[in-house]
């Protein structure tokens, strides 16, 4: 029999500070499970602004420490409440000085999973995030969960192919990129790299960014968040470029199955003839 799962994405605009920005997020969840969702993922950094417009230390504030923060324990108990898998990507301290641009993953009971650390990290006009956030030391998890296996792999990493493999080959049926990407930066990439990679590594992809320009610099952020599915297609709507915008598609696991047995990438790869690319 068929499996399908009722996934979600949410994408929104800043509200302007961090405990409405919250309240925006535990009514997305309200809707998206009221909706069916089984699962549900946030874009990157969701309950501030996209701070690394600047370069302010006083942005430190928005870190808290995962799993032991206010944040992660308010969003277990709504988990909990609601039946529903999240994903939070948010700005973790693991201690003083030492910060990292952090996924949560929350399973349907409201236990704790473990967390997914950004790898790559830019520092380019408009994204200065070295000033924020050391390179993480996480690997690529995959998280078994109540609706399957997920993984994460947040913004800037999706350049790089070797995490979305290192997470194929983990097991993930499911991979969330949540982002926070800018009109005149990468408009042209953004439905091409995550359909490339949902069809290299034959699963499907969830892709979220966040809308609207913040007071903080001239970053347009476009929306059009989307799951798409090995095959390339998008699954329904891709979703507004300004406005604010649940999604919620059926995605059918029968379809990683069926594409697995026509391509066997995974059968065919070489791992001895790459070990070059491991090279500094």
Known sequence: MSRVIRAALFQTAWTGDKESMIQVH????RDAAAQGAQVLCFQELFYGPYFCQ??????????????EGPTVRRFQALAKELGIVLVLPMYEEEQPGVLYNTAAVIDADGSYLGKYRKTHIPQVQGFWEKFYFRPGNSGWPVFDTAVGRIGVYICYDRHFPEGWRALGLAGAEIVFNPSATSRGLSRYLWQLEQPAAAVANEYFVGAIN????????DNDFYGTTYFVDPEAQFVGEVASDKETELVVR?????????VRDRWQFYRDREPGAYTPLTAP
């Open 26 to 29: 535990e009514q997305a969840a």
């Open 250 to 258: 059926d995605l059918d696991m029968a379809k990683l199955r069926e």
């Open 210 to 217: 966040r809308v609207g320009v913040e007071d903080l610099g």
């Open 54 to 67: 600047v370069q302010d230390k006083a942005f430190y504030e928005y870190a808290e420490q995962i799993p």
